[in-house]
């Protein structure tokens, strides 16, 4: 990736993501091989199983999963937490798949019970996921994306540093997209009130440092003004709009 007149060039960023995907794939034997296509079509399969359920919540995994992938390369994270982070966050709401329809389509406010019920996805995630040991790191990871960092958040009240870099991470770019995406009921808010939004409830809902982190890399993603993501589990492009 190049920058000119602290742009990112497009053309220099697709051609060295192919290149980074080409290298991780040529460091692989051929049974570690098998193992890593075994292992994204199961998680092509969740996700189909995920879309069926609500198309919205796919496309909104995704939108989250490229956010992440996109911060976390301004954090400096290696390429293989990259792709960690990228999987828990295309996970982070599978869960949703066990929430009544009645509740997670519903247009209008839900209920006390209802949110209760809403609650319990991240936990949902975590069950669907744990049990296949590849897919543990990211179950934790899954089921810890709604803690606050002031300690008020579910499902476990984990504060600070103790709530899993990347469930801090995925928060916020959980709560980014849920703010910019247009839905039947309300248009998507500007990038610039959804930066304010996160700056104000920055030290308390998320983490400040990530925060700043996230507007820096999402002000460049603006300047980029592509129509479409791609991400290395998924491969192919979609529309950031996909929902
Ligand atoms: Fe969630």
Known sequence: ????????QLSDLKESRERRRNASVLELS?????????FELVIKTLLSALRCKDDYT???SLRVAYFCVSVG???????KEIYELE??????DIGKI????AVLLKPSRLTDEEFLEMKLHPSKSYDILADYPVFHEMAVNAKHHHERY?????????KGENIPLFSRIILISDTFDAMTSTRPYR????FEVAFAELREFAGTQFDPVIVEKFISCMTKEQQKNEETFSLQVIQGDFKKDAA
Not at 30 to 38: A, F, N, Q, S
Not at 187 to 190: A, C, F, I, R, V
């Open 187 to 190: 248009k998507g808010l500007p």
């Open 73 to 79: 390369r301004e954090m400096g994270l290696s390429e």
């Open 87 to 92: 999987v828990s966050a295309l996970f982070h």
């Open 30 to 38: 051929p049974v570690e091989l098998v193992r890593k296509e075994y």
């Open 150 to 158: 002031d300690g008020r958040g579910y499902p476990d009240g984990l």
């Open 1 to 8: 990736m190049t920058k000119k007149n602290n742009v990112y």
């Open 98 to 101: 066990g929430v009544p329809d």
């Open 58 to 60: 796919w496309g909104h």
